[in-house]
């Protein structure tokens, strides 16, 4: 199961319920604001959530399952230390945390065996594009 919304697409709508098989959260460039919806964290089957391009506030929680191949979180207004259950994500091949993280620790990466790419860096005119294709 997958959700996609798009504020340049007509077909966008407010999805109300969550299916728990849900394996891909695309919410990219909708401008959603306020903080991330707790119930994000819990879905079990979870492999891709990608939130990049919004203007969410607030920390990043605490993830309860291990499930995600894809976590983006880019141009946000997100703020705090990453949780430690990032570091738990041993199935996670794609981070991108760009304009969100002055400082995080090599523990948050000692346990990512799959990781393939790592997008993480205060200035943009830094960021470099590694893997563009898509992954959902």
């Not at 109300?16 to 959603?32: A, D, F």
Request: charge should be positive.
């Amino acid at each position: 199961t997958q959700i996609f919304s798009s504020n340049n697409s007509s077909n966008s709508q407010l999805v109300n319920k969550i299916p728990s098989n849900l394996e891909c959260l695309r919410l990219s460039g909708n401008l959603l604001n306020g903080t991330i919806p707790s119930w994000v964290y819990t879905i079990p089957s979870l492999r891709y959530l990608f939130l990049d391009y919004n203007q969410f506030i607030g920390h990043i929680g605490d993830f309860q399952h291990n499930s995600l191949v894809g976590l983006r979180l880019n141009y946000n207004n997100l703020c705090g230390p990453l949780p430690l259950s990032i570091s738990k994500l041993v199935t996670l091949r794609y981070l991108g945390l760009l304009q969100l993280v002055p400082h995080i620790a090599m523990i948050y990466f000692e346990n990512l065996i799959a990781i393939g790419v790592i997008a993480i860096t205060k200035k943009p005119m830094q960021a470099v594009v590694i893997n563009s294709k898509s992954i959902c």
